[in-house]
């Protein structure tokens, strides 16, 4: 298995764009995560998709952020517009939870840079 | 989630047991311990979990106190690859599906050669 994809691993943007951050979970894994770290937050759960649902989004910062899981293979995370305070490393795991108990696997992450 | 308490840091001399304490006195009888280890700049990786009983699997061994309100993370011939920031974390699950992980600041394990 090749593990939690995400792409793409370093992206530099200007302050105001679109940033649209990808994964592609674990195949069989029904549950999936997004978590942002920073030096002074460590590590934050912004969201949480169960069977491509969403149930938990109190993490995500404000309206500019927005995550969306249209199919069991395939979730984004999308800035608009994106500002400084945005940069970070942003992960995406997922979990099959039946057998593995809320055991998570996270992908490589993405770094951001907002300029 | 229960809060869980880690020292900051700790050294450990290469090929000797590294123990790593952690702290969840108000962990509730359904929650779970992880343990997660991350990397410099990698995701973090799963090591081990446990309820009540004491684990152990090819990476760690888990050793929970009977009123649940300690654990200790040994790794039992410590090299430097295991130096990382190890993640205590106490997370309910429902079996009806995932939580979140909630993060503190960790244990930074530095292994000395």
């Known amino acids: 298995d090749a593990g939690v994809i995400q792409s793409p691993r370093h992206e530099v943007t200007e302050m105001g764009q679109e940033v649209t951050l990808r994964c592609k979970p674990i195949?069989?894994?029904?549950?999936l995560f997004w978590y942002r770290q920073t030096m002074m937050r460590g590590l934050e759960l912004l969201i949480y998709?169960?069977?491509?649902?969403?149930?938990?989004d109190s993490g995500m910062p404000e309206d500019r952020f927005s995550a969306k899981m249209p199919n069991a293979s395939f979730s984004t995370l999308k800035i608009q517009p994106s500002e400084p305070r945005d940069s970070a490393v942003y992960f995406c795991?997922?979990?099959?939870?039946?057998?593995?108990?809320?055991?998570?696997?996270f992908g490589a992450g993405t770094r951001l840079s907002v300029l | 989630d229960a809060k869980t308490t880690q020292p900051t840091s700790m050294d450990c001399a290469e090929g000797r047991a590294a123990n790593l304490p952690c702290n969840h006195s108000?962990?509730?009888?359904?929650?779970?311990v992880y343990w997660y280890r991350q990397i410099h700049s990698q995701g973090p990786q799963y090591i081990i979990h446990g309820l009540k009983n004491n684990e152990t699997n090819e990476m760690a061994s888990l050793i929970i106190t009977e009123d649940r309100k300690s654990s200790t993370l040994i790794l039992p011939h410590a090299t430097l690859r295991d130096t990382a920031v190890y993640y205590c974390i106490v997370s309910h699950y429902s079996g009806g599906g995932a939580d979140g992980l909630t993060f503190g600041k960790g244990t930074h394990l530095i292994i000395q050669p």
């Open positions: 998709f169960n069977n491509n649902v969403p149930i938990d």
């Open positions: 108000t962990i509730s009888g359904n929650e779970y």
């Open positions: 195949s069989g894994h029904n549950s």
């Open positions: 795991a997922s979990s099959g939870t039946l057998v593995t108990k809320n055991i998570q696997y």
